[in-house]
């Protein structure tokens, strides 16, 4: 199985999940630019965080318009896993493949911190390694992190509230850390489980953002299997 | 423009004629003291450069061989005078800048710090300048995807209408990937990055002198996101062996960045001037001179040329071959004909200046507070100073996490910890102290290297570098001058005794507003290698230790400036040969796993060392004071000493013994207990826990609601 790393112009966790898929867990894994138009044979997708274009005009916009994204659209539609995390959430949004919006915290700042996220979906690919309501330890860094969305009702009807805040550092709505699509196989996540994959790094000695890579490769292989 | 009468005669001369306009606009640029350190120069030599790590050779700057294959350097930056008048752009532009500076290396930056220095926060504009350059630097620093790991903020009256922010930055990079660092005839010179425009224009000029306008032309307008891609680019166009020899746009653009290479390499440039794209129109001493940010000279050999561009392409950074490499040694710029034709030497080393100094009559009158009534008070008015108080406020701004390396985060031990590579770490701590450094910039300064050593220290790593970022008022003061030659003897004693070299640094004169003089403000910073991170947690009933002794030295301590506002008495002195003798012993002890946690005790003394242990902890501490080595009368000199080699050890019963025997020939004192309860006791001085805590957060209080 191979898995793909979008990086545009102003990414800066691309390496930080290449480093955890690759040394850590040991997949097929290549990062791609963002220009590349043909996303044939990937069986995973993730956009990573950072600043995508500087996060000019709003965060995520211009990169929702970079060519790699039309195929990453074909790829929405044919059910493979695709998973936002941050910026990468971000720009999902703003390319119409999650619901929602993200807008500038409450406290109008940036932040950086360790929070207590809680599994609310576990039939995603990133999170079916999962129990439900299990609290995972991952910290967020974002300035517009402000989870929103009009139909939010509808939204967690189907099911599509993956992560829950149990200490909400931005001010989200109902605590929403993490969204996927209607058909589950696109998530978006606030939190950064690249950072959250190794005790060393971890101030609670804990890897639970390494879980959410281990779900996915659970999925796949099971998925091959089907 | 900036050049005096005599600099004027000496560049004539030099020449044989007179220069031209654009001539002098470099020489001026070039000749200030921000670019030129003519005030410095002489005296920065006298600070140890070698040492076990340093790698020997023809570096740009210093590298330090940290094993593995891998090298480090490290740099350090201020921009003063244009965080002063435009605390959100000009504190971002100083980040920018000392990115590159560690990129021109040809090192892959991996980590930023930052120490600033403000006015009292009841003053609103000293609010409104802490908030702005902190969000300029978060912004900054949060986009081009560099953790910023540590710091330190200080806050004293002297920096009223002003600000110091300076700015470091941790560059790493693989040993077989080293620049060439040479470069030859026919060469290309392509100059990529932001456009030329004329933000920035007599920006090194502006900061060599007092900020008395607020000359908003001289600030620079900062462009992350191009920050980012050229740091990409170049790593990039590093891997594939493109690059010969790079140089950051920053003080004297173009004047600087062509003078300063030409001149390093003993060659010369035909420069086309006409080839720099402009953002606006601009005369050519405008283009020579202006300080737009987010540039860089890159030499590229012919055949590396179509690789190199490819790669700029790709990131779609504007660039152009503004000039060649020739063997004449001189810079000669042409713009619609010859306009400049001078040698890049003299350019790029401006005459010194042998400036006058005289010792200031010393403030140590042995005024002293009356004793005051309640201690407790005291304590808790301490743990809100914000020059004490918790940093939370601060660090959470910064993505202290991208890169995967942070350990140990800010704000948890004393030193932030970086992972290297697997099994090797790095420990860094800035320290400054204006305040002790005002009273005596000797011993000030000197113990802001020892205190910066033993941040190190306490997490168990080995001091193998410094670097010192020197800030003073106007070298032209002859006491101001005399007070930079002692802070300069201070460390470079330290640094001889202790074998601990000077391995970056910086001179910035001129810091001064319509308010005066700031305080001597040196900022040290120390970086120490380790194996193992020991992440130990204070336990229930572990014994306090703590060494060195307790003196009666309470002069530019924080108990005296900030409580009794008084701003004199003796500072505290470094035992050097003891530290010698500790710092060893307790990394030892650190890395041994006998003790559960190590803490530097120093501003605002013991009572804030425990206290924040507490806190930090969770947990409480019972504390015999009696039992304290101590050379005071009182009681508050005890608690509020900010006496030098002093570390506070929590430590098991059963680890005890062992610990005592390895101290046995140092001086130290076991004063108590941490225990189980929610408070912090001193005798039968009792501060509840939440209590302690409430005040510790002061800063988010007063800046997010205050």
Redesign the interface.
């Known amino acids: 199985m191979r898995i793909g790393i979008i990086i545009f112009p102003g990414s800066n966790c691309d390496k930080d999940v290449y480093y955890v898929l690759k040394d850590i867990m040991h997949l097929d894994v290549s990062l791609i630019w963002h220009t590349k138009e043909d996303l044939k044979g990937y069986d995973a997708i993730i956009l990573p965080g950072g600043f995508a274009y500087g996060d000019r005009l709003r965060a995520g916009v211009i990169a929702a318009f970079s060519p790699v994204m039309r195929s990453i659209k074909m790829l929405a539609m044919d059910k493979v896993p695709i998973l936002g995390v941050c910026n990468g959430f971000q720009i999902l949004v703003e390319a119409g493949l999650l619901p929602g919006a993200l807008i500038k915290n409450q406290s109008l700042k940036f932040v950086c911190r360790w929070c207590n996220i809680i599994v609310e979906n576990n039939k995603t690919p990133f999170t079916h390694g999962l129990k439900l309501k299990q609290e995972l330890r991952i910290p967020v860094a974002n300035q517009e992190g402000r989870y929103y969305a009009d139909n939010i009702k509808d939204m967690i009807k189907r099911g599509q509230i993956v992560f829950r805040y149990k200490d909400n550092p931005t001010g989200a709505l109902d605590d929403i850390a993490g969204v996927c699509n209607e058909d589950y196989n696109v998530v978006g996540m606030m939190p950064h489980p690249e950072r959250a994959s190794s005790c060393i790094l971890s101030p609670f000695n804990s890897d639970d953002g390494l879980l959410i890579f281990k779900s996915l490769l659970s999925y796949l292989e099971m998925r091959r299997w089907v | 423009m900036g050049l005096s009468n005599e600099e004027l005669a000496y560049l004539e001369k030099s020449l044989g004629r007179k220069a031209s306009n654009v001539e002098l606009s470099m020489v001026s640029a070039q000749w200030s003291e921000h670019c030129s350190y003519k005030s410095s120069k002489k005296y920065i030599k006298t600070l140890p450069k070698r040492g076990k790590y340093v790698l020997e050779g023809n570096y740009d700057t210093t590298m330090l061989d940290v094993g593995g294959g891998y090298v480090l350097t490290i740099h350090i930056e201020s921009h003063n005078h244009p965080s002063a008048v435009e605390p959100y752009g000009g504190a971002a532009t100083g980040v920018g800048g000392v990115v590159r500076d560690i990129l021109s290396s040809g090192a892959k930056p991996i980590a930023l710090l930052n120490a600033l220095r403000f006015s009292d926060m009841r003053d609103a504009h000293a609010k409104w300048l802490f908030k702005n350059v902190v969000?300029g630097i978060?912004?900054y620093g949060?986009?081009?995807?560099i953790p910023t790991v540590g710091g330190e903020v200080e806050f004293d009256t002297s920096f009223t209408g002003y600000c110091l922010v300076d700015v470091s930055c941790i560059g790493l990079c693989k040993r077989s990937e080293l620049l060439k660092n040479r470069i030859d005839e026919g060469d290309y010179v392509i100059l990529a990055g932001g456009s030329t425009g004329k933000d920035g224009i007599h920006g090194a000029s502006f900061a060599s002198k007092a900020l008395i306008s607020d000359d908003r032309s001289a600030v620079q307008i900062p462009?992350?996101?191009m920050e980012?891609?050229i740091i990409d680019a170049t790593l990039e166009a590093i891997k594939h062996g493109y690059i010969k020899s790079m140089k950051d746009l920053g003080g004297g653009g173009l004047a600087c960045a062509l003078s300063e290479t030409a001149d390093k390499f003993g060659k010369g440039i035909d420069v086309m001037l006409d080839k720099v794209y402009l953002r606006e129109e601009m005369s050519a001493e405008e283009i020579i001179i202006s300080e737009s940010q987010e540039r860089m000279l890159y030499i590229i050999d012919k055949n590396s040329l179509e690789g190199f561009v490819s790669i700029l392409k790709?990131?779609?950074i504007p660039y152009a071959i503004i000039g060649i490499v020739r063997e004449h040694k001189n810079l000669k710029i042409y713009y619609d004909g010859i306009i400049a034709d001078i040698p890049a030497s003299l350019v790029a080393n401006a005459p010194l200046i042998n400036r006058k100094a005289r010792a200031r009559i010393v403030i140590n009158d042995t005024l002293k507070p009356s004793e005051p009534e309640n201690i407790k008070d005291i304590i808790l008015q301490l743990l809100e100073d914000p020059t004490i108080a918790s940093k939370r406020w601060i660090?959470?701004?910064?993505?202290?996490?991208?890169?995967?390396r942070?350990?140990i985060?800010p704000g948890?031990r004393d030193a932030s910890i970086l992972?290297l590579y697997e099994g090797k770490f790095l420990a860094v701590k800035l320290d400054g102290n204006s305040k002790h450094c005002y009273l005596d910039p000797y011993h000030g300064s000197q113990g802001c290297f020892s205190e910066a050593c033993r941040n190190i220290v306490s997490v168990g790593a080995e001091p193998i570098g410094m670097i010192d970022h020197l800030q003073f008022g106007n070298p032209e003061n002859e006491y101001t001058y005399q007070a930079f030659i002692d802070a300069i003897n201070g460390i470079a004693d330290y640094s001889r005794i202790m074998d601990i070299p000077c391995v970056g640094g910086k001179v910035s004169f001129y810091n001064e507003s319509k308010h005066g003089e700031i305080k001597p403000s040196p900022v040290i910073g120390v970086i120490g290698l380790l194996d193992n991170?020991n992440?130990a947690s204070i336990k229930d009933n572990d014994r306090i230790i703590i060494t060195g002794i307790t003196k009666d030295e309470l002069g530019g301590s924080e108990y005296y400036e900030y409580i009794h506002n008084i701003s004199a008495g003796n500072v505290p002195k470094v035992d050097i040969q003891l530290d010698k003798m500790l710092f060893p012993t307790i990394q030892k002890i650190v890395n041994s796993g006998l003790v559960n946690y190590v803490h530097d005790c120093s501003k605002g003394g013991l009572a804030i060392a425990i206290s924040e242990m507490c806190i930090l902890n969770d947990i409480g501490a019972e504390v015999d004071i009696k039992s304290i080595k101590n050379e005071c009368n009182r009681l508050d000199d005890i608690l509020f000493s900010e006496s030098h080699s002093r570390f506070v050890i929590a430590v098991s019963n059963n680890n005890l013994p062992k610990v005592k025997e390895l101290l046995s020939s140092l001086p130290y004192s076991i004063i108590g207990r941490f225990y189980d309860k929610d408070t912090v006791s001193f005798d039968d001085i009792n501060i509840g826990l939440e209590e302690a805590r409430y005040a510790y957060d002061s800063i988010t209080r007063v800046m997010?609601h205050g």
Do not use: M, S, W
């Not at chain 2, 660090?395 to 995967?404: A, F, I, P, R």
């Open positions: 969000r978060a912004d949060n986009c081009i995807g462009d992350p996101f980012k891609l790709k990131y779609e660090y959470e701004q910064y993505d202290h996490e991208v890169g995967l942070t350990v985060k948890l992972r991170v992440r997010d």
